[in-house]
């Protein structure tokens, strides 16, 4: 992605260049030749004239929209992550950032990563808004209190690699700075294997039934709730007939902010449950939401799975899946 | 510019040079000042009090670079260092800039312009001065309690929710402000439309006006509704009432949309009076007529019009729609064309004229470079993909430093130096003012292109400490910032010099074309013409080297 964005970059720069240089030499050539003097006291005067104004506002109106196409492509494809990227959560506050594998391994400020696989970050903040940069990949994206932001990308080297807080945040703000540790396959296996922690998607399954979601969402129709299973990414029709896709936005909205889109033929009675559960909390549960399949009637059967390999963002693997090779990410 | 002025030769020799009954001496009580309609008199006292608050926004950026100068945060805390760069943006966008040319240079100009006695409405142009003060005041006030943090874009949930000091003040302040602002657009607006002299139709006014026509259009359109932003953010803050902050049920993305609503067209209510000035004194120091004057006229009413539509490109990554982005960033790179028409038509200007280098014109130079500069890499934004790279990292900040400082104080200054002699009927030291042109270019360009590539290497805004790998950088553009500071003291001293010692004038030292200039004199008298100018020919009727006459009648 780095390449592709410096392509992008180093066109606009050539335009910009062209046109500064260009100008500028016009200006300077034009003032020396026009310079006033005794033969030259008198200037001759020139009202305008269409052609050229045509032809300067069409020529910058065609390079620019070559910038606007290129630029919205490159867009779109930071927006879309590859089936195969694999799930980290992120949760800001100030001042650190907090990380967590799907294994469940935790990290402060630093962030492992192996090498030339899609990375897709859910990211939340607990206060204010910061902003997650990785220069060297290219890669920004707000955190948001109140909802869920995700970036995904893909390191195409191995090294350390700075990662800097990128909205202003309060006094810390300059020293909510990391590193991104890109390593090879086999090392980040065997660095993440080293600790056993909770799974997101485990703890969010316990979260589901310590914070109550289970007594209204059954795996069955009974319930006073809508049935969880197999939402995730579906369109859900709303009150009223509109659709939306049940995605993370929607899935975390659907848990802070339940009122806000209510599913078609249910009662608005689901409580909030933004102050009772901490942001990295809603974000294990959308992780846990997303993982129960139709498929696996029962629910938490996933979630045993990801505790030895990264969960992508598509389905869970059971094998720490031989690293496929990125598609269109690579530079 | 009317048929009862044939020659445009200097102006004889028997007309008394500086106007002995003028608007400077009109009085001297200190009610003759703080209570004046006169236009005039207001745009002085507006030129003093920016230029206190342009002295402190600059106080603050050198505190900004001196700690810049090293990667860790030796100089300065770092609530010492967040407080200080939002000092710096608060003084010099709301105080200094906004109201920068508007309120100096056009309060001044626009009547005698277009041939009108004063302002429509003279009362509330002083009370816009007393809402700016006022404003000036709290802001003043806040700060000296210790100021505050929030940044000048004042980010919900942090400004409501976290930041500590005075900032429900600072806000009141913004808001007075903000009236005053509304009020000199107002003023503007009617005074352009209802009090032009005879003669004087929309096609046939100063480049100037339009430009400032345009800007009252952004200021009474945007600037209400950064007003309610703002008192709704103050609200949150004071009542814990949730409208921004999600702690509370609000939305911070709400925010960020209505402030930008405002704050992008604001760059425009400090670039476009800016162009105007470059198209007057371009057209004088050429000796030419603006070429393609219609399309430098719609073009800035054009800048006014899209540049409410694009607000979203400050929030690409936000988490906003793709669909919206793409509308933002389209309707972004739209806006860059008629200012890129702008800029080939100055060129052109040139094209046959009779140019000299007075130190106005040396600005006009030192504007086209940094302009250019200065919008081209507005592009790089629009580019949405691009935009994930570069978004709130030093290459925005060198990007609207070339626009906001490069671009709109060397228009600033281009227009104080060359209407000078107007305002005060005396020459100033022509050498030393083009030192200073020349000091100004070096070191802006010295100070803000290394910030380019600071941004493009990733070092992020608002940053009190940073890498070590950016040090080398950030002490060129420390360096290149006391360049600067040389650069804005030599005109101080010109003008200072020029007030105690500076030779009279007469009316039109640049023997321009211009009511002002030709109907008026020099300092202009408190009526500003003795009698109603009528208009007979277009703007910048200079002689043409190919017309048999002279002159056109
Ligand atoms: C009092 C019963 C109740 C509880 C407790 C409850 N919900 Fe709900 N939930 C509902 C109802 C009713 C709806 C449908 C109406 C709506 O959209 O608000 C819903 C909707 C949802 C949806 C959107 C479903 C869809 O099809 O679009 C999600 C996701 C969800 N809840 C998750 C949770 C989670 C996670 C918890 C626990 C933290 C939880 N709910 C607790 C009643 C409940
Ligand atoms: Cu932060
Ligand atoms: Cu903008």
């Keep these: 992605m780095a390449g592709k964005v410096d392509a992008l970059y180093f066109y606009i720069v050539a335009v910009s260049v062209f046109f500064t240089v260009g100008i500028v030499l016009v200006a300077i050539m034009l003032a020396v030749k026009y310079r006033r003097r005794p033969e030259n006291m008198v200037a001759t005067q020139i009202h305008g004239n269409l052609p050229l104004e045509i032809i300067w506002s069409v020529i910058p109106l065609g390079l620019v929209t070559v910038m606007f196409f290129w630029g919205a492509k490159l867009f779109n494809e930071q927006e879309m992550a590859p089936k195969n990227s694999m799930d980290i959560l992120v949760t800001g506050k100030k001042w650190m950032w907090k990380f967590q594998h799907a294994n469940g391994k935790r990290e402060i400020n630093v962030l492992h990563i192996p090498v030339n696989k899609p990375v897709r970050l859910t990211m939340g903040s607990e206060d204010v808004i910061h902003d997650l940069f990785v220069p060297a990949f290219r890669v920004k994206h707000d955190v948001m209190p109140g909802r869920l932001s995700n970036v995904w990308f893909e390191a195409t080297k191995t090294g350390s690699f700075h990662l800097f807080c990128n909205q202003y945040c309060g006094t810390e703000h300059s020293r909510m700075v990391g590193k991104v540790i890109v390593m090879e396959q086999n090392a980040y296996q065997a660095w993440l294997g080293g600790d056993t922690g909770e799974s997101p998607v485990k703890s969010g399954e316990k979260l589901f039934t310590s914070l109550g979601c289970a007594t209204c969402h059954l795996s069955n129709n009974a319930g006073r709730g809508p049935v969880l299973v197999g939402i995730a990414g579906k369109s859900i029709e709303l009150l009223g007939g509109a659709k939306v896709v049940a995605d993370d936005k929607y899935l975390y909205e659907s848990i802070t902010e339940p009122a806000a889109k209510i599913v078609t033929g249910y009662q608005p009675i689901m409580p909030t449950f933004k102050g009772l559960a901490t942001e990295e909390q809603v974000l294990q549960l959308v992780a846990y939401v997303k993982s129960l399949k139709a498929d696996s009637t029962a629910g938490p059967a996933p979630a045993e799975a990801g505790k030895s390999a990264p969960v992508t963002a598509d389905s869970p693997t059971t094998t720490a899946a031989t690293a496929t090779p990125a598609p269109g990410g690579a530079q | ?553």
């Design chain 2, 1 to 553: 510019m009317e048929t009862t002025m044939e020659t445009n030769a200097a102006m004889p020799a028997e007309s008394p040079l500086y106007n002995k009954r003028n608007y400077l001496n009109n009085g001297y009580s200190l009610r003759s000042w703080f209570l004046t309609v006169d236009h005039k008199r207001i745009a002085l006292i507006y030129l003093a009090s920016i230029t206190f608050f342009f002295i402190l926004g600059g106080f603050f950026a050198m505190l900004v670079r001196l700690e810049l100068l090293t990667p860790k945060g030796d100089f300065m805390t770092s609530d010492g260092y967040n407080r200080a760069f939002t000092m710096h943006g608060i003084m010099m966008i709301f105080f200094f800039l906004i109201p920068s040319i508007p309120a100096v240079l056009g309060n001044f100009l626009v009547p005698l312009q277009i041939g009108a006695k004063d302002l429509a409405f003279p009362k509330i142009n002083l009370l816009s001065w007393y809402m700016y003060i006022g404003g000036g005041a709290l802001a003043l006030f806040a700060m000296i309690n210790g100021g505050i943090d929030t940044t000048w874009r004042f980010y919900t949930p942090y400004s409501t929710g976290h930041a500590s000091g005075y900032v429900v003040t600072t806000i009141l302040g913004l808001f007075l402000m903000g009236f005053s602002s509304i009020f000199t657009g107002l003023n503007f607006i009617v005074t352009i439309h209802k009090m032009r002299a005879p003669g004087l139709t929309w096609f046939r006014l100063p480049l100037f006006i339009w430009a400032m026509y345009a800007t009252s259009l952004i200021q009474i359109l945007g600037t209400p509704v950064v007003a309610i932003t703002l008192s709704l953010a103050a609200v949150e803050k004071g009542l814990k009432i949730g409208i921004f902050d999600p702690a509370y049920g609000g939305d911070p993305i709400l925010f960020q949309h209505l402030f930008w609503f405002y704050s992008h067209p604001a760059v425009y209510i400090m670039i476009l009076p800016a162009m105007g000035i470059i198209s007057e004194v371009i057209s004088c120091f050429s000796r030419k007529v603006v070429f393609g004057y219609s399309f430098v006229a719609i073009s800035s009413m054009m800048i006014a019009v899209i540049g409410f539509f694009v607000w979203g490109h400050h929030m690409f990554l936000t988490g906003q729609s793709q669909f919206a982005g793409l509308i933002f960033a389209a309707l972004s790179f739209l806006v860059a064309i008629p200012s890129a028409v702008k800029t080939f038509n100055w060129t052109a200007t040139l094209y046959k004229g009779s140019i000299s280098f007075e130190a106005p014109m040396l600005y006009v130079f030192g504007f086209l470079g940094v302009f250019l500069i200065g919008g081209l890499t507005g592009l790089f934004f629009p580019a949405l993909g691009l935009d994930r790279h570069l978004h709130d990292t030093y290459f925005v900040v060198a990007h609207f430093h070339y626009i906001m400082v490069g671009g709109a104080i060397m228009g600033y200054m281009a227009g104080l130096h060359f209407w000078w002699p107007k305002m005060f009927g005396k020459k100033y030291p022509e050498g030393l003012a083009q030192a200073g042109a020349v000091a100004t270019f070096i070191g802006f360009n010295l100070t803000f292109f290394p910030q380019f590539i600071l941004g493009y290497m990733g070092m992020p805004r608002h940053y009190h400490e940073y890498v070590p790998e950016f040090q080398f950088l950030h002490i060129l553009s420390t360096a290149g910032a006391s360049v600067l500071a040389i650069g804005y003291l030599i005109p101080a001293i010109c003008f200072g010099w020029s007030l105690l010692f500076g030779e009279p004038t007469g009316p039109n030292p640049w023997n321009a074309k211009g009511l002002e200039w030709e109907k008026s004199l020099s300092p202009p008298p408190t009526e500003n013409f003795s009698e109603i100018p009528v208009v007979t020919e277009e703007a910048y009727n200079y002689p043409d080297a190919e017309a048999t006459v002279v002159t056109r009648s």
